[in-house]
């Protein structure tokens, strides 16, 4: 049986026994590009860390408990007795505007912010080292475990704002702030549900229906290329492994399994082979842009020329292409996913993240005042979801006024339907490994470096595998590969 994500509408609102979905784990640009994802660096594992995924992930694995896991005792937690100042960063844009608001009511706690865009784990691991950790950081799903693991989070279960946190989010959201259920190591802030972003504009003056299958998108491609040479269906960027990784989840793939208490890496497995060989045949097509990076200011450009027509791209993207590309406003709409096969109803997912609560800040219990604020408050969600397009782990964001009328950039369209529906359509079966970032980076490498020699994609898929499974011998983790 296939289990579901919660969607933020009324009557699906709140649902039990969701685990498993997180997120890739970067953020963010300045908002001066497109901001999609960027890259981030781990390593350093234990053999108990891949225990410790494996109980953080959902995996039903026996024997999970925090006793003997490093960094499991609660911090102690108690209101400061004077004027505070906290210390935020995370990748999200326009937060600042947001601090401002919280700032102006808080007197006595007062938050600053560092952007992080840039490697953002390098960052808070390298500041942890050097006992200058924030008191929070944005940390995507996937790398909780990994931060978690090497001992970088506080446990702040025994604050009061934190333990009564709990009911304020949606119950598979909050699963990723406690391993194993145990401890609160952070509390949830978005996710990414993917969907089609498209020039509807382009698509009616070639007579193009809006393709509900990936056969239909391909064919959607060849006729706008023979229409338009210069125009291509969107841009395909091979060092961009967090968006195949959400095509892959759409397919029903999995990089990571955990059997007879070992880890199977299964990168090169048959979804992803598929999912591989498509893009591939867009690139023999002709129909894809592979010169285009992510978060670039000539991928921004692209879109701004009209050179490509599509964005698969995820709840949060919505912000994109509204504030990099405005001349555009009405001549763009938003459609699920296209579908493996006709009548399909599955998602992905391309983002969302958490703020945790870093080892070593100096006011947990105020630091878990403000993030309740930040992730909860309706004026806070308001914000974030307008000037960063965070898509609300909290309860509260079915409430939202965004998310029950139209988008002007959109045409009025109600895209948040469309993302709802896509979040209802994620597998929450899900997993994350215990060197997803090693997975990320050595998949987006090995991509890049097919699509610059002309080989097929689906190599890449066998040498991210391979080097995924030597980095974890190399850690002692216990490891095999699928066949």
């Not at 390098?122 to 950081?137: E, G, R, S, Y």
């Not at 949060?316 to 996913?337: C, M």
Request: glycine share 10%; net charge positive; proline share 5%.
């Amino acid at each position: 049986m296939v289990h579901r994500a919660p969607a933020f509408s009324p009557k699906n609102l709140i649902r039990d026994g969701r685990r498993g979905l997180g997120r890739a784990s970067q953020g963010r640009s300045n908002g001066k590009d497109v901001p999609f994802m960027t890259r981030g660096i781990f390593g350093r594992r234990r053999v108990r860390a891949a225990i410790a995924a494996a109980c953080a992930t959902g995996l039903l694995v026996g024997g999970c408990s925090s006793s003997g896991d490093e960094g499991s005792a609660a911090e102690s937690c108690a209101p400061a007795k004077g004027k505070v100042t906290l210390q935020y960063w995370n990748f999200v844009p326009g937060m600042q505007k947001v601090l401002d608001v919280w700032n102006a009511s808080h007197p006595n706690i007062q938050v600053t912010m560092k952007n992080i865009a840039d490697n953002s784990a390098d960052q808070i691991t390298n500041a942890v080292k050097a006992n200058q950790a924030p008191d929070l950081a944005q940390i995507g799903y996937d790398s909780l475990p990994q931060f978690r693991t090497q001992d970088m989070l506080a446990d702040v279960s025994q604050c009061a704002p934190a333990a009564a946190a709990k009911s304020k989010f949606i119950d598979w959201t909050w699963s990723q702030s406690t391993f194993g259920g145990q401890g609160i190591y952070a509390f949830p802030q978005d996710i990414g549900p993917l969907a089609m972003y498209y020039r509807v504009d382009l698509f009616e003056k070639y007579g193009i229906a809006v393709p509900k299958t990936w056969a239909e998108y391909q064919a959607a491609a060849k006729t706008l290329k023979s229409k338009d040479a210069s125009l291509d269906i969107t841009a395909f960027d091979p060092s961009n492994p967090w968006l195949f990784n959400g095509l892959l989840w759409q397919k029903g793939g999995q990089m990571y399994g955990y059997k007879n208490d070992k880890w199977v890496v299964s990168i090169d497995n048959p979804a992803a082979r598929a999912v591989a060989a498509y893009w591939q045949g867009l690139i023999k097509d002709g129909t894809v842009r592979t010169d285009l990076k992510n978060g670039s200011t000539p991928l921004t450009n692209a879109y701004a020329k009209s050179q490509l027509a599509t964005m698969i791209g995820a709840a949060w993207s919505y912000t994109n292409l509204r504030d990099n590309v405005p001349a555009q406003a009405g001549k763009w709409r938003v459609a699920p996913l296209p579908q493996w096969a006709a009548g399909e109803n599955r998602a992905g997912n391309w983002g969302g993240s958490t703020v945790a609560f870093i080892k070593g800040g100096k006011h947990p219990y105020e630091a878990a005042q403000f993030s309740d604020w930040l992730n909860t408050d309706p004026e806070a969600l308001k914000m974030t979801n307008d000037l960063g397009g965070l898509y609300p782990a909290a309860t509260a964001g079915a409430d939202l006024a965004a998310f029950k009328t139209g988008t002007p950039y959109y045409g009025n369209q109600n895209i948040f339907d469309v993302f709802s529906q896509s979040a209802e359509n994620i597998d929450t079966t899900w997993q994350w490994g215990p060197t997803q970032v090693t997975a990320y980076n050595s998949l987006g490498d090995a991509m890049t470096k097919a699509v610059a020699s002309g080989t097929d994609l689906s190599t890449a898929l066998k040498a991210s595998q391979d080097a995924v499974v030597d980095a974890m011998k190399g850690q002692s983790i216990p490891v095999t590969a699928a066949n």
